[in-house]
């Protein structure tokens, strides 16, 4: 169908033809309820048309977005007050017909067919809630709840608990509506995390957090949210806890004891979802009172706005970014914040590694910004304690310690022997042989994993040592008449890799962006395989192209032609030599 075809697609006609529909007007779009005024901008057409569903009858809001069909038709309940709860409705008679979500496609070629399908898909939805299982409405409260009128936007920091505890919300005195919390939050949000900076100067007020032992449903679509609503929910708090809860809620301030006051309560719910979890919702109650929100019984006098919650601890931030939740109490330190340290030392924060202890005594110059985590800002500070501050400033439950310092120095303190990790990423092949010495050598041995990138894209290295069984860097070195040498490395040992564009002393390995990010992943998938299922001691690489490599004269090696032609099997495991001089004893 071409693209002319597509916009002449007659919207109303095909709507008339699906088999369920009885009759179809067009509304105005300035006549729209008020629950769906906000969907104005985006729509094209809308039309009210009368469904046969069985022995019911519904009449829907069949709305014609924009860019329609790349979007599909907005489905209604033209007067969801008229109707009890149904699943996948909210408040405002939005009918949630299909997961919008990734994998969705959309066969634009086909208009009528994607018309008559969504539908087909939004009858199916009002037809699985007949039997009256309200299972999915109790699995998406807070879908609900977000669209309640008035409903505001909060972040929470507080992660919920089974008990009744105190807690705190930052407002903002400033704002129009002082009385809207912007986060809840109990313990200090750390002071290095980014966002804290939008906390700074907002006030800090009491709050509850009140946690339902059973799960109960919103207000209706023909009611809204009331003061009693809100008072009913104390009877859904766990028995041994709630003449606790009551007492605490119905005190008087002392001083202001029988006082018509304005006062400003703020309050957090946590119920159990079906299928586990927790629904978490809030609500403000505002108004003159001589009582507290929970110990008056007039309705009249008080307000209650509700509150979607977004939340931001640390369970939930971790398993929704796809990092591991059981890596919070892991130590990893990265030797060498360079182009493939810092990106390593991110991408173990990332997922979710809770301690990161950066070792690095350099400086950042303008030589790296191309290829390194960090940037302009940070031109002239040590690379570890600049790539410490970032992460904090980025991630708000990692704590990552600088070690301005060497190699050496760092594990003269002794400190590596406590840890779970050790990454070496300083390309340091003289200090990586030592380090792997002491390492293996030594009772306190921990895995350590090194990794390493040749020039001109044209790969990149990993390998993990535990210190405690067969193989290890020294494994990967053969003696030549020149000296020791890499037989992994896939150009040919000896040769000038370097590149110097100044002419004074600016040497220079050229590898791009790219190239450190694929080895930093490559090493990181393998710290984590050794931190999360005790992997065995391997040996892994990534191969590029040679004709980076063969522009510049450079000569590739016997190890990188076998690795393409790939006649070297097992090699994660059979780099390990029987007679390595410094593991060797443990075959």
């Keep these: 169908m071409s693209v002319e075809q597509v916009e002449q697609f007659d919207f109303e006609s095909s709507l008339r033809q699906h088999p369920n529909v009885i009759s179809v007007t067009e509304i105005d779009l300035k006549s729209l309820p008020s629950r769906m005024a906000h969907h104005r901008p985006e729509l094209s057409r809308s039309f009210l048309a009368t469904f046969h ?41 939005d009918i949630c017909y299909t997961d919008k979500g990734a994998g969705v496609f959309i066969a634009v070629d086909q208009t009528d067919l994607v018309l008559h399908q969504a539908l ?132 008087q301030k002392k001083k202001k004891k029988g006082k018509m006051r304005y006062q400003r309560e703020i309050f957090l719910f946590s119920q159990p979802r079906p299928y586990g979890k927790l629904a978490l919702f809030g609500v403000v109650a505002t108004g003159y009172s001589k009582n507290s929100f929970f110990g008056d019984s007039d309705q009249t006098v008080w307000q209650v706005i509700p509150l979607s919650i977004q939340r931001h601890y640390e369970s939930y931030v971790l398993e929704r970014g796809g990092a591991k939740l059981n890596l919070g109490n892991v130590t990893v330190a990265v030797i060498g914040c360079g182009a493939v340290g810092s990106r390593i030392s991110e991408q173990l924060a990332l997922c979710g590694v809770g301690h990161i202890i950066i070792i690095d005594n350099d400086k950042l110059s303008e030589d790296n910004i191309y290829r390194h985590v960090l940037g302009g800002g940070e031109i002239g500070d040590n690379k570890a304690e600049a790539m410490a501050k970032h992460l904090k400033w980025r991630l708000p439950f990692v704590d990552a310690i600088a070690k301005p310092t060497e190699r050496d120095g760092w594990l003269k303190e002794g400190g590596w022997k406590t840890i779970q990790m050790i990454v070496d990423a300083t390309a340091d092949f003289t200090g990586m042989r030592e380090m792997n010495q002491v390492i293996v050598r030594s009772p306190d041995s921990v895995p350590v994993l090194y990794c390493w990138l040749e020039a001109c894209s044209i790969g990149g290295h990993a390998l993990l040592v535990d210190g405690k069984s067969k193989g290890c860097l020294e494994c990967l070195l053969d003696q030549k008449e020149q000296g020791p040498c890499r037989r992994s490395d896939f150009l040919m040992p000896f040769q000038n890799v370097t590149k110097d564009l100044t002419g004074c002393g600016g040497a220079f390995t ?44 450079l000569r590739t090696s016997a190890w990188y032609k076998n690795s393409v032609s790939k006649s070297i099997d097992n090699v994660e495991f059979e780099f390990m030599r029987s007679n390595c001089p410094v593991c060797g004893v443990h075959v």
């Design 120 to 251: 087909g898909m939004a009858v199916a939805t009002i037809e699985q809630s007949a039997g009256r299982d309200l299972t999915s409405l109790h699995e998406e409260f807070e879908g609900y709840w977000s669209s309640l009128p008035g409903c505001k936007t909060v972040k929470c920091f507080f992660e919920p608990r089974e008990l009744p505890e105190h807690i705190k919300a930052f407002c903002n005195p400033k704002a129009k509506q002082k009385q809207i919390p912007v986060a809840f939050y109990q313990k200090a949000i750390p002071k290095e995390y980014g966002y804290q900076s939008r906390l700074n100067k907002l006030q800090s007020v009491n709050a509850w957090y009140i946690p339902l032992s059973k799960s109960t449903l919103p207000p209706s679509p023909d009611s809204e949210l009331t003061p009693s609503y809100v008072r009913r929910l104390l009877k859904y708090v766990q028995p041994t806890a709630r003449n606790y809860l009551i007492d605490e809620l119905t005190k």
């Design 53 to 93: 569903l069985g022995t019911l009858t519904y009449e829907l809001i069949i709305s014609e977005p924009k860019d329609f069909p790349k979007k599909l038709p907005y489905i209604h309940l033209a007067s969801p007050e008229e109707y009890d709860f149904h699943n996948h409705v909210n408040f405002e008679g």
């Design 510 to 553: 050229p590898f791009s962006a790219l190239d450190s990010i694929k080895t930093a992943t490559l090493a990181a998938e393998l710290a984590l395989e050794k931190l999360i299922n005790g992997q065995d001691n391997s040996y892994r690489y990534w191969l590029g192209a040679s004709n980076l490599a063969e522009n510049a004269d």
